[in-house]
């Protein structure tokens, strides 16, 4: 039986093998912990699921960025020839899954595949690589070391280190009057913090994902957006809401939605979805330091891709988009997941001869008008890519800006290139027609060119 | 006053639990709730807040009919006791009170000025929210009033949250978290209880239960009728109160006080009251009889109630009755003819604090 590396969590591409309790010649048991697997967010222990001797360690310990499906050793299974079993991952202390269940993959399961990154643009001062997981920590700690009213709250980030390992390390740092594990229980705990919010602290609260913010919507808008206003100004409501939006990985249509589009719409709240890991840590700290509302989607996907971040301070101001590539016949404007799907369609159209600038929108609430149809005058061409719906989407309002503000500029219509508009399937097949992909991009991108 | 079943059930929890230390705590009693014993002051000084409502209520009845007034105006009259009571028990600027969309009540006994609510009301640019909040939506950050709440329940976790504040900044403040019998059927007020009770937050939840949620009487929409047992299953003591009483309302309050203070966490409080008015302005109320709101008013009425007791103790004559009645009547005069003279808000005003920031 060839031994796979299994995806120990829905969005997992690559892990590091760090220990092997056993050597060839080995008798295993069903349920032996045979190695032990370090991914971005946890280590996993490795149970073999069948009795057998094993025969070769085809991966050393302490490899580096073995992929997903990588035959990493062979056991010759008692009573069966060689053939394709199943190595069942077990988890250790920390479970990354969000359910709290230890996925049970098939080894030869298909690998879910995020957009590839693209290598950011350069920096002045000196950076480093971290991944956007890191970066997003790194903005909290930091502005909670700076202000003692920063706090963070929500379920898991205390002791389980965060579902998706965003908070990892917080709790040591800050304690637990800082950081806050909450019972399941959205509506409550997003009010909650709108309370205190509104009694002088500035929370982070963190949604294990955005659709089971939905819960949690009427305070969002009625309770944090809307009373500034309702207020004459006298009532600030300083918090953060963020947490992963729109599709991850075969986790079906309840689990992947992108509700940028919902909360871009209100007038009270920023919006703010970053791509990279320099956004994402400088718009974190920007948006705690806000004193307005703040919704932070990030991308779970992206947790785990690296980027070059600056060293040191590093903030990025609100409502300014980002020029991510240059370039002179179309411009792909997006953001969040979108912009890597964007810069790979830029890479294959640039092999066709067509130069593509992509513009990263990555504040959505107050939105860049000036920068989209500053590069719409430019390119006279654009085409909008979002991982999200078509219908009343940041797409749609992009068409509208350009129709409304930009006409004189077009030489064609600016399409969307978005998901279909359907929940999002499970079976990978069907996933993988309804998602944005950089081949739909190119092919709009050709239609109007 | 009824002190709640909560008690003995939670004995019996604690026996099966063993030496859980959030039990054993449980356990301490809260302590023995009093009828306040004034002094001829403080008496005054209730009564007076009382009437203050009252004829500010009317005359925003009487505003609201002549068109001055407009979109959902929902009127505190009968209920006076129970802000009155509760309030003067706080610290303002320490403590902080927030509740639902019926306000105004909690809003003058937090010593707000009145000619600024009367002005919001009227959709004036010297309203306190600037005209931009109406009678549902209303705040002061200097006088610890975080609203004036237009969405049923949603005051309860944030209540919490004030609570939370508190707590995190070890300010010794306390939260006043009023709520009606309509809204404690909702899910967040539960979401709420569980955090508050989990974390020892110092809030005090106050159900206002005016009989009636819009026209649907307690025992038609409630399973448990008896509000005050509505936060047994997690552990927070009820008591029922008589919020027809001014100093019943006191004397729990002081109760709440002490306990919340003392770090044993949140305390529910039932205050039974009655609206003699309708659910909101445009309430024809066939829900129910004349008679029976006619009978609360004759029977009941804190504020004749406060008098007689006064005028029994020796605290105030007839005279003192009657200059009382003409000071308040000149200050809600003064506050309606301000809410009705002040301009409008500038049409500029239009785009102004929807952002604090620039961005």
């Known amino acids: ?449 | 006053m009824v002190r709640g079943l909560a008690l003995a059930k939670a004995k019996g929890a604690a026996q099966v639990a063993g030496k859980s230390p959030a039990i054993e705590g449980r356990l301490e009693r809260i302590p023995e709730v009093e009828r306040h014993r004034p002094t001829a002051d403080e008496y005054r000084d209730f009564y007076r807040m009382m009437l203050l409502i009252r004829r500010f209520e009317e005359k925003a009845g009487q505003l609201y009919g002549m068109g001055l007034i407009g979109g959902f105006c929902h009127l505190y009259i009968g209920q006076e006791a129970v802000v009155t009571g509760l309030q003067s028990a706080i610290t303002p600027g320490r403590d902080s009170v927030v509740t639902g969309y019926r306000d105004h009540g909690h809003m003058l006994a937090c010593h707000i000025d009145p000619k600024s609510i009367m002005a919001e009301l009227t959709g004036r640019a010297a309203g306190i929210s600037r005209g931009k909040g109406g009678s549902m939506h209303m705040f002061s950050v200097e006088q610890g009033f975080y609203g004036g709440h237009g969405i049923v329940a949603a005051q309860v976790p944030i209540g919490a949250g004030l609570g939370f504040a508190h707590k995190y900044k070890k300010d010794g403040g306390v939260a006043l978290a009023y709520f009606g019998d309509g809204a404690a059927n909702q899910g967040q007020v539960y979401e709420a209880f569980n955090m508050a009770e989990l974390w020892k937050l110092p809030v005090i939840f106050v159900i206002e239960n005016n009989q009636y949620a819009m026209g649907t009487s307690v025992n038609r929409a409630s399973a448990e009728d008896q509000l005050y047992r509505r936060g047994e299953s997690f552990r927070i003591e009820g008591l029922q109160v008589d919020g027809m009483d001014v100093l019943a309302v006191r004397g729990a309050a002081n109760a709440a006080l002490e306990w919340v203070r003392g770090g044993h966490g949140p305390i529910l409080l039932e205050m039974k009251t009655y609206r003699y008015r309708g659910h909101s302005m445009s309430d024809p109320a066939k829900y129910r009889s004349r008679e029976e709101v006619q009978s609360v008013r004759d029977n009941k009425d804190p504020i004749d109630h406060a008098k007689r007791e006064m005028l029994e103790l020796g605290y105030a004559d007839e005279a003192w009755f009657k200059a009382c009645e003409q000071e308040i009547r000149k200050t809600v005069a003064e506050a309606a003819d301000f809410a009705e003279q002040a301009p409008e808000p500038e049409l500029s005003e239009l785009y102004t604090d929807v952002l604090v920031g620039s961005y």
């Open chain 1, 1 to 449: 039986m060839h031994v796979k590396l299994p995806a120990m969590s829905p969005t997992m591409e690559e892990g590091t093998l760090a220990t092997w309790l056993v050597k060839p010649g080995d008798a295993v048991k069903p349920g032996q912990v045979i190695a032990e697997i370090e991914t971005d967010k946890a280590t996993m222990e490795l149970e073999s699921d069948e009795a057998g001797t094993v025969l070769s360690l085809d991966v050393a310990a302490g490899t580096d960025g073995v992929k997903v499906g990588t035959v990493i050793a062979v056991i010759a299974v008692e009573g069966e020839e060689a053939s394709s079993g199943t190595v069942a991952p077990r988890a250790g202390t920390e479970v990354p899954s969000e359910t709290g269940v230890a996925p049970q993959v098939k080894a030869d399961a298909p690998v879910p595949q995020a957009a590839a990154p693209a290598q950011a643009a350069a920096f002045d001062g000196p950076t480093r690589k971290q991944t956007v997981r890191e970066a997003l920590r790194d903005a909290m700690a930091e502005e909670m070391r700076a202000d003692g009213a920063v706090f963070v709250m929500g379920e898991e980030v205390a002791q389980y280190q965060g579902a998706y390992k965003v908070t990892q390390g917080l709790l040591e740092e800050f304690g637990d009057a800082r950081v806050v594990d909450t019972p399941i229980t959205e509506y409550g705990f997003a009010g909650l913090g709108v309370g205190a919010a509104m009694g002088g602290l500035k929370p982070i609260v963190e949604f294990m994902t955005f659709n089971f913010a939905m819960q949690a919507i009427d305070h969002i808008i009625n309770s944090a957006a809307k009373t500034n206003y309702m207020s004459g100004g006298q009532m600030r409501c300083p918090i953060v809401f963020r947490g992963p939006n729109g599709a991850a990985s075969r986790v079906a249509a309840q689990h992947s939605q992108n509700y940028a589009p919902w909360y871009a719409s209100v007038p009270g709240l920023v919006v703010l979805s970053p791509y990279d890991a320099a956004d994402a840590k400088g718009l974190l700290k920007s948006a705690i330091r806000s004193p307005d509302p703040v919704v932070f989607l990030e991308n779970e996907l992206l947790y785990g891709h690296s980027f070059e971040v600056p060293e040191g301070e590093h903030v990025v101001p609100i409502g300014k988009a980002r020029l991510y590539r240059e370039g002179t016949d179309v411009t792909l404007v997006s953001y969040s997941i979108g912009v890597g799907i964007a810069l790979e369609a830029a890479k294959l159209l640039e092999a066709d001869g067509v130069s593509a600038e992509v513009l990263d929108l990555r504040s959505l609430r107050p939105l860049d008008e000036g920068a989209v149809l500053a590069s719409l005058k430019k390119t006279n061409r654009m085409v909008v890519v979002e991982e999200g719906w078509p219908v009343c989407s940041i797409a749609s309002e992009i068409i509208a800006i350009a129709m409304e503000k930009g006409f004189d500029d077009l030489d064609a219509p600016v399409l969307r290139v978005t998901n279909k508009d359907v929940p999002l399937p499970y079976a990978n097949n069907l996933e993988k027609a309804a998602l944005v992909k950089a081949a739909d991009v190119v092919a709009a991108v050709k239609s109007i060119i």
